[in-house]
């Protein structure tokens, strides 16, 4: 009777997965970073592709956490990309002592910190996410409010792994719905759109030994939003530059 009754629950089991029936299991954040510009004429795909990424979420076992970094190194080429930073092109620049001094280019796909790839190459990509969505990340959970001209984030914060390297909170505040006609450049006549556009990124904290949940104001500028936009938290190393683990979420009033 034993017999008969797990060999039954076997067979529903199996019923129930072939029919989609068993719920997914949950899945890893992965933060996908595009440098880019809009002086830059193979951006525009790039930029389409993070759309579509963000919108689709294909990965299975993912949760792709999108970031739009616009670098400025194109603004001398005709047209000023107002959503670029000079800020951000060091961050490309500050991969590039891992990845190489051959390694800043746009568009340009860093996948949790660990592999740079052209922004253009949609399976390469994809199969990087999956393969960061198999590796072990540490927990981490955000809350976000906005009020009086700020965001208010709440962060659970997990400890910091014993034997490895000093590791970063960094946040981040994104706007997605964002357009552009652009008039000169590269890029003449063409109307551009993107998401997850980053609007600042800062560093926060260090992971100490104990777990922890910590609340950090950011600023919120003129001009942005009021919707759409995101806050995003990621745990990176300081040396290797890998994201040991990232979350996501909405700012509401």
């Known amino acids: 009777m034993w017999v008969m009754r797990t060999l039954l629950g076997v067979a529903v089991l199996v019923a129930l997965s072939a029919r989609g029936g068993l719920a997914?299991?949950?899945?890893?954040?992965?933060?996908?970073?595009?440098?880019?510009?809009e002086g830059c004429s193979s951006c525009p795909p790039a930029d389409a592709l993070l759309e579509s990424l963000q919108r689709e979420q294909p990965v299975e076992g993912a949760e792709i956490i999108p970031l739009g970094l616009h670098v400025d190194y194109f603004n001398h080429l005709g047209w000023k990309d107002s959503f670029s930073s000079s800020s951000y092109t060091a961050r490309q620049q500050d991969y590039s002592r891992v990845f190489g001094p051959d390694s800043v280019y746009t568009p340009q796909i860093v996948v949790d910190g660990r592999e740079p790839l052209a922004g253009n190459k949609d399976d390469v990509i994809r199969r990087a996410i999956a393969s960061a969505a198999g590796?072990?990340?540490?927990?981490?959970?955000?809350?976000?409010?906005?009020?009086?001209?700020?965001?208010?984030?709440?962060?659970?914060?997990?400890?910091?792994?014993?034997?490895?390297?000093?590791?970063?909170?960094?946040?981040?505040?994104?706007?997605?719905?964002?357009?552009?006609i652009v008039k000169r450049g590269e890029?003449?006549?063409?109307?551009?759109?993107?998401?997850?556009?980053?609007?600042?990124?800062?560093?926060?904290?260090?992971?100490?030994?104990?777990?922890?949940?910590v609340e950090r104001p950011?600023?919120?500028?003129?001009?942005?939003?009021?919707?759409?936009?995101?806050?995003?938290?990621?745990?990176?190393?300081?040396?290797?530059?890998?994201?040991?683990?990232?979350?996501?979420?909405?700012?509401?009033?």
């Open 187 to 213: 890029n003449n006549g063409r109307t551009l759109r993107h998401v997850a556009v980053a609007r600042s990124v800062q560093r926060l904290d260090a992971l100490t030994g104990a777990s922890s949940v």
């Open 24 to 37: 997914p299991g949950p899945r890893v954040p992965v933060l996908v970073e595009l440098f880019t510009s």
């Open 135 to 180: 590796r072990p990340h540490l927990p981490l959970h955000v809350t976000a409010r906005a009020t009086d001209g700020k965001v208010r984030l709440t962060i659970d914060l997990p400890a910091a792994p014993a034997n490895t390297e000093r590791i970063l909170l960094v946040a981040a505040i994104t706007e997605d719905g964002l357009t552009s």
């Open 218 to 253: 950011l600023g919120i500028a003129r001009g942005w939003g009021p919707n759409g936009l995101k806050a995003v938290v990621w745990l990176q190393g300081v040396n290797s530059r890998r994201v040991y683990g990232a979350a996501a979420a909405s700012i509401v009033k």
